[in-house]
């Protein structure tokens, strides 16, 4: 986790300050506020002036003899994200604050130092291409929508006025939009495969990720069996995720997170892509 600077708040300097002041390698762990966020945590690296911290914080100055400040607030975001920091609150209607002497007696697990550093550089590498991954992701689809208004123009008030259509009136009627598989049950290595919500990456089907379901079961979901060609749209969690069903994946199913479309029309009158 990282400091968020876009908020930058300044107060008269305290009589104490040389005590207050953040040094480079401090973590500052949030020590009271919801319980879901007590325990969260960032480690200060610089800034070009002087910084304190409110009394809602607690500043950790390690021995950096002893311990690296990148792998232990590592460890510190693992107990949060495991709620172990919530269990240690006291808690009020709206608030909680951490239990400090149950937090000093935290133990830690604590190899060589230039084990921990070569641990949190490797982590540190992984975030930074997780970073960098989102960074081209957020650029790519805001090409794609500038692409699809230069192309079309708004698509809420279709400033280019083409033709439109309701929804179902682009569906196949003898196989009308709808839902599938309530309960798959656990997987069958030789059953019928079922498509959720977690299969559907990036616009396709992410064919390796995908489980069975027990033909018994895939029976009594018929109106929800797919056709290459069908376009899958996720309702439920990933709200919005969409793909086309493969022809090798006719027959298969989804579950009652995902809906079926089936499409009708050929080309070029219809394109099931667009």
């Known amino acids: 986790m990282a400091l968020d600077w876009s908020k930058l708040r300044r107060v008269p300097e305290p009589k104490n300050v040389a005590e207050l002041i953040v040094e480079p390698n401090d973590i500052l762990l949030n020590a009271t506020n919801s319980p879901d966020l007590v325990g969260k945590n960032a480690v200060f690296k610089d800034f070009p002036e002087p910084v304190t911290f409110s009394n809602h914080f ?37 608030q909680a604050s951490l239990n400090k002497g149950q937090f000093l007696n935290l133990l830690i697990p ?9 641990i949190a550089a490797i982590l540190d590498q992984a975030d930074d291409l ?23 123009g ?5 400033s280019r006025g083409f033709p439109t ?3 179902e009136q682009l569906v196949d009627p003898t196989r009308p939009i709808t839902y599938g598989i309530l309960m798959p049950g656990p997987h069958v290595d030789d059953g019928v495969p079922y498509i959720r919500v977690i299969d559907i990456q990036a616009g396709a089907i992410v064919a390796d ?19 290459g060609g069908d376009v899958l749209i996720s309702i439920r969690g990933h709200v919005g995720r969409l793909a086309v069903v493969p022809n090798e994946l006719t027959g298969a199913n989804v579950t009652q997170d995902t809906a079926r479309l089936a499409i009708t029309g050929a080309e070029p009158t219809l394109s099931r892509r667009y």
Request: charged share 35%; aromatic share 8%; glycine share 2%.
């Open 58 to 94: 607690i500043r950790l100055r390690l021995d950096d003899r002893v311990a690296d400040s990148r792998l232990i607030s590592r460890w510190l975001t693992d107990q949060w994200q495991r709620g172990k920091f919530k269990s240690m609150c006291r808690q009020w209607v709206n």
């Open 110 to 118: 604590l190899p060589p130092l230039s084990e921990q550093r070569r």
């Open 130 to 152: 997780r970073r960098k991954r989102r960074e081209a992701m957020e650029r790519v689809s805001a090409f794609v929508e500038a692409s699809l208004r230069e192309s079309f």
């Open 154 to 158: 708004d698509p809420i008030s279709n």
């Open 165 to 167: 259509a309701r929804l």
């Open 209 to 227: 990720s995908i489980r069975n379901t027990s033909s018994t079961i895939a029976s009594q979901y018929k109106r929800s069996e797919l056709v």
